[in-house]
């Protein structure tokens, strides 16, 4: 069973930055690129970020420039470090794989005020 936890998210005026973590079961981490996800209300779960075991990273283009997906190998850990965040950023903020578990963890609320 492969664990996903979320956290870092919480309210934040426009302009202003958060840093998300996500530590996941070790196996899984390791072997896999992993994302970040969010989900809106009343909209469809979208990929946000993802970065290779490599470190290689691709940005979705309504964030590009402004978040920074990072991993950390020793502690199974990936971050979504957000700047200059805007009301429409408000979401859940979920991590998995690219090719996504099957199980995803509980997410993190993001809320930006404008």
């Known amino acids: 069973q492969v664990q996903l936890v979320e956290s870092g998210g919480g309210l934040v005026q426009a302009g202003g930055s958060l840093r998300l973590s996500c530590v996941a079961s070790?196996?899984?981490?390791?072997?896999?690129?992993m994302a970040w996800y969010r989900q809106a209300p009343g909209k469809q779960r979208e990929l946000v970020a993802s970065?290779?075991?490599?470190?290689?990273?691709n940005y979705a283009n309504f964030v590009r420039g402004r978040f920074t997906i990072s991993r950390d190998n020793a502690q199974n850990t990936v971050y979504l470090q957000m700047n200059s965040l805007k009301p429409e950023d408000t979401a859940v903020y979920y991590c998995?794989?690219?090719?996504?578990?099957?199980?995803w963890g509980q997410g993190t609320q993001v809320t930006v005020s404008s």
């Open positions: 970065i290779t075991t490599g470190d290689s990273t």
């Open positions: 998995n794989g690219l090719t996504p578990y099957r199980n």
């Open positions: 070790g196996r899984f981490f390791s072997g896999n690129t």
